[in-house]
Nanobody, 128 residues
Framework: VQLQASGGGLVQPGGSLRLSCAVSGRSLDLYAISWFRQAPGKEREGVSCISGSDGFTDYGDSVKGRFTISRDRASDTVYLHMTGLKFDDTAVYYC??????????????????????WGEGTQVTVSS
C-alpha cells in the first residue's frame, strides 16, 4: 500500500488549495482514506475522511464548512479541497488509510491510532 500526498504550498489567508493523495494497493471502493495534519509543536489531528463503497465523509470541527474531501476512482486519487484558509491551517498534511473494509458502513476513521499506512506529507503554509 502506498499513498503520496501533493499539492501543498504557500497561500494567503482566505485563499484556497487542493491537495491530492495518490493511492496504490488499496481499492477506494473498499477502504477509507483519511487526511491528517500536524502543526509545529502540536499533535497530529484528523482533518477529513471518505469511506469505501458508500462515500461517507467526515470532517474535523476546525475545518467543517471550509474543506471538502472527494475522490476519483478512475485515477485512485483522493482530494482535499481547502477554502477560506486561516493561519491555523498551516501544517504538514498527510493522507493515510487503515485496514478495515468498509461496505455500506457509513463511517470513516479520523483517529491517528487507527491508521496503518501513511504517505509522506505535503506542507501547507498560510501567510500574508
Amino acid at each position: 500500500v502506498q499513498l503520496q500526498a501533493s499539492g501543498g504550498g504557500l497561500v494567503q489567508p482566505g485563499g484556497s488549495l487542493r491537495l491530492s493523495c495518490a493511492v496504490s494497493g488499496r481499492s477506494l471502493d473498499l477502504y477509507a482514506i483519511s487526511w491528517f495534519r500536524q502543526a509545529p509543536g502540536k499533535e497530529r489531528e484528523g482533518v477529513s475522511c471518505i469511506s469505501g463503497s458508500d462515500g461517507f465523509t467526515d470532517y474535523g470541527d476546525s475545518v467543517k464548512g471550509r474543506f471538502t474531501i472527494s475522490r476519483d476512482r478512475a485515477s485512485d486519487t483522493v482530494y482535499l479541497h481547502m477554502t477560506g484558509l486561516k493561519f491555523d491551517d498551516t501544517a504538514v498534511y498527510y493522507c493515510a488509510t487503515d485496514s478495515t473494509i468498509r461496505i455500506g458502513t457509513m463511517n470513516c476513521p479520523l483517529d491517528v491510532s487507527d491508521m496503518h499506512y501513511w504517505g509522506e506529507g505535503t506542507q501547507v503554509t498560510v501567510s500574508s
